[in-house]
């Protein structure tokens, strides 16, 4: 056992009945920036109400490390819980390691990976809601709360369209270092006057930091999915640049009411209250431990297909859109969850 587990076990009683799982890790949706523009998504999850302030969520008790080390520890690779109790347990592991100043900085990602990957399951298994929200503890509640609520609204916002029966013509790519990209959200704060949790919110929102390297069915481009005709109207540099994308983001909140009403802001980003929802509550969880970002850094890309959900591979690259099931045929280890087991 690690010593940040050990330290997780030894200060929460609640695991020392449970044997600690082993671990790891929606889809980033395509929406334009556009207030005319319905979102043009793919997958997420149901919602707690929105709250209006930042509840009092677990909070590390020191400042986190830089963390740009894309390594991916043993933490990576866990099997699913098969029932309402154990995914409860999975869930506060998860949530505490992520706060927990002794989890190593490296392993954030990872950590994160298997968050994301906790609440896939629950969206899928929603008969199992109720017996996990109860076995939540208090302390967990909060982040669990918010994180659910974000997962909710945007399952709410993209299951309104018809799940595709072909993968899109995207390359995956690494993000820019975490740090780097803290960096740029920061930079836009002090231009614009946007809390720099909203436009990070937004990014993980649109294309998970920017792992998504190609044109939405909208025809959205970039890590922050402007249409090209919007970013003319709005910004300058180039939208596929990560700097000049963060930076407009920002100025277009900002042209759009923000920061003063950040509803108004954020609606006029993607013309969805499902949007708006999750990218409050995503925002919420920055706010109060910025180690969530780290977490955050590391999610990947699960894409809502006519056959179930796929965790994309970080290697995917597809110039066409291909078949989903031509691709299962060849992958159906990135079924989720079926496939995820047999990884």
């Known amino acids: 056992?690690?010593?940040?587990?050990?330290?997780?076990?030894?200060?929460?009683?609640?695991?020392?009945?449970?044997?600690?799982?082993?671990?790891?890790?929606?889809?980033?949706?395509?929406?334009?920036?556009?207030?005319?523009?319905?979102?043009?998504?793919?997958?997420?999850?149901?919602?707690?109400?929105?709250?209006?302030?930042?509840?009092?969520?677990?909070?590390?008790?020191?400042?986190?490390?830089?963390?740009?080390?894309?390594?991916?520890?043993?933490?990576?690779?866990?099997?699913?819980?098969?029932?309402?109790?154990?995914?409860?347990?999975?869930?506060t592991e998860a949530e505490l390691a992520i706060v927990n100043p002794d989890t190593p900085v490296e392993e954030l990602p990872a950590w994160g990976r298997r968050q994301q990957a906790l609440y896939q399951l629950l969206d899928i298994e929603r008969s199992w809601f109720d017996e996990v929200k109860a076995a939540i503890?208090?302390?967990?509640?909060?982040?669990?709360?918010?994180?659910?609520?974000a997962k909710d609204a945007l399952t709410s916002l993209v299951t309104r369209e018809k799940a595709r029966s072909v993968l899109p013509a995207w390359r995956l790519i690494e993000p820019d270092p975490a740090d780097e990209l803290l960096a740029h959200y920061k930079a836009a704060e002090e231009e614009s006057g946007i809390e720099w949790e909203y436009v990070a919110a937004i990014n993980l929102v649109e294309t998970r930091m920017g792992r998504i390297e190609g044109v939405s069915t909208a025809?959205?481009?970039?890590?922050?999915?402007?249409?090209?005709?919007?970013?003319?109207?709005?910004?300058?540099g180039d939208p596929t640049n990560t700097g000049d994308a963060i930076s407009g983001a920002a100025k277009y909140l900002t042209d759009r009411g923000g920061p003063s009403d950040m509803d108004k802001a954020i609606l006029g980003y993607n013309n969805s209250e499902f949007y708006v929802e999750a990218v409050k509550a995503y925002a919420q969880v920055l706010r109060t431990n910025e180690t969530s970002y780290y977490a955050f850094h590391g999610w990947e890309i699960y894409f809502r297909s006519s056959e179930g959900l796929i965790l994309m591979p970080s290697d995917y690259e597809q110039t066409e859109e291909v078949a989903v099931e031509d691709w299962l045929v060849e992958n159906p280890n990135t079924l989720f969850p079926d496939g995820y087991n047999k990884q």
């Open 137 to 149: 503890p208090a302390d967990v509640t909060p982040a669990f709360d918010l994180n659910w609520a």
């Open 1 to 91: 056992m690690t010593r940040s587990l050990l330290h997780l076990v030894q200060r929460h009683p609640f695991f020392r009945s449970l044997a600690l799982l082993v671990a790891a890790a929606v889809l980033a949706t395509s929406c334009s920036a556009n207030s005319s523009e319905a979102a043009n998504s793919e997958p997420r999850s149901e919602i707690a109400a929105e709250p209006t302030t930042a509840p009092d969520l677990p909070t590390p008790t020191s400042e986190p490390e830089t963390a740009d080390d894309q390594s991916q520890p043993a933490v990576d690779t866990f099997p699913l819980p098969g029932n309402a109790a154990d995914l409860a347990a999975a869930l």
């Open 219 to 236: 025809g959205a481009v970039g890590p922050m999915q402007f249409l090209p005709s919007t970013w003319n109207e709005c910004c300058e």
